[in-house]
């Protein structure tokens, strides 16, 4: 079967509809079964538990090994100890190097555990929820694990659907459902489903649910959430299903006391898990970057230990030609092999250049952070009770580096609460003066204004209670008693709230028939009669009703965008002219505006608009068209009323935080499931978007890239020399100056993505095309350049908004933005569509928002509110990625220093690949004699304070541009640790020489107790020099390092010692000997101060020349300051074409056509008397019952 209306899966065959379920039926589909891996075969029909944790007891040990060793350093580590296991080549034992390995392997492993445990307890909790599933002849409690397809559910009020199921019949009238989508595309608005008529009027009870045996055929399980194709064969005959006869999974029922479904998809197979996506190994770029330094420093290696092996076996096979009376001790070993040994050995000897203790040190500062993030007290919510959480602890210093974020709007940006704040009626404003909230209307009422209450209960102006009316009236709202209250069920938020405020301003809608609209003005009940209800629609941006009240009149009421209203009204300059003004007024304060309008409409002139309306809602084609036309001929000549304010209330700090993120040098990009005018007005009201921004729609962003990217083959290839040379460029409308916002919808970039058609082209594409052996397709390459424009285009705005897209697009945003730009990118959502996003971007962001915990269970970093994600980035990050830079520079900087003295003692050791240092300084160098200060520094050092850093966003920036740490400053720490070793090994040579002094100190032990100290004191001094935040813990840091090395010293060095094992201790008295002797002091001070001298005169070059010192930034931002910013006030008419609207409307059309036939409307008996706001309404009239549409929907 085909669906007209939904063009994008025309690509799909008859071969993809192999999908079928058969209702209480388990037998059948177990029966079946698909390939897995390779042979490896399992269900083709998944059950309905989910599994999002990575392990479990059996796979943990391995699975975490096995991604543990993708580091390079590990790789490293593990064949070094493999080496260690010779003994002919060993210096030391193997297990001195095997506990370290273990230790770190250890931290990671329980690491990665406590979050996976984390998250096992968050799928038992989802698969332990309860339902009701039909079992033999009545429904039983279950739980949502035990669902599979096939089985009929029965879901009540407020609960979650458990699976996608294919909707049979509800307690509503025709068996309506109402849902509300919320974890799946971001909207609060109530949606409706119908069942088919056949199920609705033969499943009617348990008993005709167990003999139903009907079998849908539909597609195969995928990822397009608002596309269902099925055909139900049932008692011999077909029967077409589409989108709007399926609950998805995650969706709410709501205002619906009980429906029953047939699950289609389970689990993995339903379509709200398809675009989860998949848990992620994330690494930050500095871990990469590791990655990479530690394959060049293997390299470097290598190609040293292969050329001192070289001079080895030179060397020995001199010595044999010298020294042949010594023969009977190397007869047995030739030349080569002894060069052979010596290329091992002098491997073991330099691996000490790639420490270990960095790398445990490395987890511990990122652990240390992660607890700073936790504690913070100012990322903390008083009102959620809900602290900053770092669920992630190896991302921190990515933090300071993002350069996008991708944000969601519903419950990210907004708190999801509509409040009516203003109005103007007939050219006066209400709601300026307001003192505060009524302390007697509803907590999500945030409008009230005492002259406009007076002027209502007064009822003396004519245009007023109009207004109030159309409130009342113009509506497709459904209302219900609970506990003596009124409840309305809105089809969108912003009718709830206009609604809400006509009821407590006197105006209470009460009921609604199928042609009649009760309400109370002011205690007196009267009941309109409808003649028509003109539904809204995107493109219309308008609804009308047609009413005739009680005393005969009939009148037209319309509400909708100022654009479309404006220019329908009979010409009244005055007030017309005070409403505009209003409306800009409201604009500049970012509110949601609605222009209200009516009019008397003639009895002769309605028969005959009422006989074209008949005809045009019976036309078999161009239905809608028709209808909108005969919409146009009643809607004009409006007497304008006033505007509506709404307010789509922000989080706490949202338009700050985003002028931070943008100061800092961050594109901002919003990605939403509402409709696009929703969507620009919280952008304007976040001030992501500004009144002197150019906004390209699609029709403009389809202009620039169409002629570039959809011509001919020919131009294709012109397209990507030009691209590949650099000349092309995106923007080839010079007529557009300025700051640029884009603003594009999901069906939009479908077309730019080539979804499916890429992904079938990824999985054949064979070997051959990696290997240039074969042509890649030319079509497939058209598509990477046009996600590449378009990357291109949008990263030449200033902002971006994209709407109506999928939780799946939201991923697929942010992964051609990291694909084409290379981008470090952040994610930061609350619901449930916000998961595959989270799990895609470099650092995922959840907020415990209104839309539940899905969000945070699959984040990296979790906060209460949006607004603490300037200090999550601009204090925790930037300083994260400065210390771990600061660290990374100086502790190879240290190694260096410490250990390329072995390379220029092998050349006064003919290459033999003796170490000149002690065994226990080599094990300890890096341990505890110079780990501590840099812990510290890795742990508390700040360039400048939290406040500043908050106040001079623009130094995020340095983390953007990767300066602290690169393949540049690891040259630049090599080159320094080099010439340190080099200072310290020879102006020690040069002031000891070979010979003996007054204590023996020129003696081999003693020449390397010097070199030690000398590389300890000058490496100390170097962290002084670098350290620009000192506190207790710097100091004692320092002092205990020094102290452990003249400790350890004394005790590996000690006769005792010697005695217990001269093999492991043969260093007896070699510091007391060297240490003690005034010459050796005087040399040690040299090499310090020959060191500190160079160090410094090098900072000072450095700090003339350099432009990126922080003082001149901080300096420049300052000048800034001072300088008035310039107000950009718009004086251009809104009645224009330049003006912008602040229309937005979250409601959708097909709720009037519902009302209009009855289709959801109960039957009810009479209620009792309502007390609302002091008004007293009396039993409403009893509701027609409704009659079956024959027509299915």
């Known amino acids: ?362 987890e511990f500062i990122y652990l240390v952070n992660s607890c700073f993030i936790n504690w ?88 007023v209670r109009e207004f109030m009316r159309l409130l009342a009236l113009c509506h497709t709202v459904m209302v219900e008693q609970k506990d003596g209250q009124l409840l309305y069920q809105a089809a969108s938020p912003d009718e709830e709230a206009l609604v809400s405020a006509a009821r407590d301003l006197g105006y209470i809608f009460l009921s609604r028939t199928q042609d009649t609209i009760t309400i109370q003005e002011l205690g007196i009940q009267r009941t309109y009669k409808v003649l028509a209800i003109l539904d809204f629609n995107s493109v219309r941006k308008r609804m009308s009703i047609l009413v005739q009240d009680p005393e005969g009149c009939l009148r037209l009421y319309t509400k909708g965008a100022d654009t479309v209203i404006l220019e329908r009204l009979r010409r009244d300059p ?14 500049q304060e970012t509110l949601r505006t609605l222009c209200l309008a009516t009019k008397t409409v003639n009895a002769q002139d309605f028969e005959t608009w009422s006989k074209k309306h008949h005809e045009a809602s019976v036309a078999l084609q161009g239905r809608a068209q028709k209808l909108d036309k005969v919409y146009e001929e009643i809607e004009h000549g409006l007497q304008l009323l006033g505007a509506t304010a709404i307010e789509d209330k922000l989080q706490d700090g949202v338009p700050e935080t985003i002028h931070l993120l943008k100061r800092g040098g961050m594109k901002v990009w919003v990605l939403t499931g509402d409709k696009q005018e929703t969507a620009v007005n919280i952008g304007f009201a976040c001030e992501l978007l500004s009144d002197d921004m150019t906004i390209l729609e699609e029709d403009v962003v389809r202009e620039i890239l169409e002629p570039s990217w959809y011509s001919s083959s020919s131009s294709l290839a012109n397209s990507k020399e030009s691209l590949c040379n650099g000349s092309f460029q995106p923007f080839q409308t010079s007529s557009i100056y300025g700051k640029k916002a884009l603003v594009v919808t999901g069906d939009f970039l479908d077309k730019i993505f080539h979804m499916e058609g890429e992904k079938r082209a990824k999985r054949k594409k064979c070997l051959l095309e990696y290997f240039g052996c074969r042509k890649a397709d030319p079509e497939k390459d058209q598509g990477h350049l046009v996600e590449q424009a378009f990357v291109e285009l949008a990263t030449e705005c200033q902002a971006v908004i994209c709407c109506r897209v999928t939780p799946k697009q939201k991923a697929l945003i942010v992964e051609m933005v990291k694909r084409h730009k290379n981008a470090i990118s952040l994610a930061i959502g609350d619901g449930a569509n916000d998961v595959n996003m989270i799990k895609t971007a470099d650092i995922g962001v959840g907020i415990s928002g209104q839309e539940g915990m899905q969000a945070v269970q699959c984040s990296d970093y979790a906060l209460a509110q949006f607004c603490y994600l300037q200090r999550l980035l601009f204090v925790h990050g930037r300083w994260s990625y400065i210390r771990i830079c600061k660290f990374l520079r100086y502790f190879f900087y240290k190694t260096f220093a410490g250990m390329m003295v072995q390379i220029w003692f092998a050349f006064y050791t003919g290459f033999t690949a003796q170490p000149l240092l002690e065994g226990w300084f080599l094990a300890l160098y890096n341990v505890f004699y110079t780990s501590y200060p840099v812990l510290c520094m890795g742990m508390f050092e700040q360039d400048v304070s939290a406040r500043k850093s908050l106040h001079f966003p623009e130094l995020y920036k340095v983390g953007q541009e990767n300066r602290l740490f690169n393949f540049r400053t690891f040259c630049v720490s090599f080159l320094h640790g080099s010439c340190v070793s080099l200072v310290n090994f020879y102006i020690t040579l040069w002031a000891m020489g070979d010979r003996a002094g007054v204590r023996v100190v020129g003696d081999y032990q003693s020449f390397g107790m010097i070199v030690a100290t000398s590389a300890i004191m000058t490496v100390t001094a170097e962290i002084m020099m670098e350290v620009k935040f000192w506190n207790i813990f710097s100091v004692l840091a320092i002092v205990v390092s020094l102290a452990f090395y003249c400790l350890f010293s004394y005790i590996t060095q000690s006769f005792d010692a010697y005695r217990t094992s001269y093999i492991a201790f043969p260093y007896p008295d070699a510091a007391k000997n060297a240490l003690t002797d005034p010459t050796s002091l005087l040399v040690i001070l040299l090499c310090v101060m020959v060191n500190v001298v160079a160090s410094l005169t090098v900072r000072f070059v450095d700090g003339c020349f350099s432009s990126t010192d922080m003082s001149d930034r901080i300096e420049t931002r300052g000048l800034h300051l001072k300088e008035k910013p310039v107000e950009l006030t718009s004086h251009v008419r809104r009645s224009t074409f330049h003006r912008r609207s602040s229309y937005a409307f979250s409601h959708e059309g097909g709720y009037a056509d519902l009302i209009s036939r009855g289709a959801s409307l109960r039957t009810k008996g009479s209620r009792g008397p309502i007390h609302d706001k002091g008004f007293c309404s009396p039993p409403s009239l009893p509701e027609e019952s409704p009659v079956p549409s024959k027509a299915s929907r």
């Not at 030391?92 to 370290?100: D, H, K, N, R």
């Open 376 to 463: 913070d007290l100012e990322m903390y919510c008083v009102e959620k009770d809900t602290p900053a959480k770092a669920r992630s602890t190896s991302l921190n210093d990515q933090l300071g580096q993002i350069q996008y974020v991708f944000s969601d709007k519903t419950g990210t940006l907004t708190q999801n609460i509509m409040t009516f704040k203003k109005c103007c009626i007939n050219g006066k404003i209400y709601g300026s003066g307001s003192s505060g909230k009524d302390k007697t209307s509803p907590k999500t009422m945030g409008f009230y204004d005492r002259c406009l209450l007076d002027t209502v209960q007064q009822n003396t102006d004519p245009v």
């Open 574 to 587: 005055v007030s017309e002219g005070y409403t505009v003004k209003a409306l800009d007024s409201f604009a």
């Open 1 to 362: 079967m085909s669906n007209p209306e939904s063009s994008k899966d025309d690509f799909e065959t008859q071969q993809d509809f192999t999908w079928e379920v058969k209702a209480n039926d388990r037998a059948f589909h177990d029966q079946f079964m698909k390939r897995h891996f390779y042979c490896l075969k399992r269900k083709k029909y998944a059950g309905n538990a989910i599994k999002t944790a990575k392990y479990n007891v059996i796979t943990f040990l391995p699975r975490n090994l096995f991604e543990q060793f993708h580091r390079m350093a590990n790789l490293y580590f593990l064949s070094i100890i493999l080496l260690q296991t010779v003994p002919q080549i060993s210096t030391l034992p193997w297990f001195a190097l095997l506990f370290p390995l273990g230790l770190l392997l250890g931290i990671r492993g329980v690491r990665d555990l406590i979050d996976d445990i984390g998250r096992h307890r968050s799928d038992w909790e989802i698969n332990s929820r309860p339902c009701d599933i039909l079992i033999g002849k009545s429904f039983c409690p279950r739980k949502w694990s035990d669902i599979h397809v096939g089985d009929i559910v029965r879901l009540q009020k407020d609960s979650v659907v458990p699976a996608d199921l294919l909707l049979l019949s509800s307690s509503e009238p025709n068996s309506l459902c109402y849902i509300e989508t919320m974890d799946i595309d971001g909207e609060t608005n109530l949606k409706y489903r119908q069942a088919l008529l056949v199920t609705h009027e033969q499943l009617s009870c348990e008993e005709d649910m167990a003999d139903f045996d009907g079998i849908v055929t539909c597609e195969e399980p995928n990822s397009r959430m608002h596309s269902f194709i099925g055909i139900l064969e049932w008692q011999g005959e077909q029967y077409s299903l589409d989108s709007e006869k399926v609950l998805l999974r995650g969706c709410r029922i709501r205002n619906t006391e009980i429906c029953y479904g047939l699950v289609i998809y389970a689990g993995f197979d339903s379509k709200i898990m398809k675009n989860c996506g998949k848990i992620k190994l994330k690494k930050t770029n500095l871990n990469r970057l590791m990655d990479r330094l530690v394959l060049l420093i293997v390299a470097a290696l290598l190609v040293i230990s292969f050329g001192l092996a070289i001079g080895s076996g030179v060397c020995a096979e001199k010595f044999r030609q010298e020294h042949g009376y010594l023969s009977v001790f190397y007869d047995s070993i030739s030349a080569v092999e002894y060069a052979f040994m010596a290329f091992f050995g002098f491997i073991i000897l330099l691996s000490l250049v790639i420490p270990m203790s960095m790398l445990i040190t490395f």
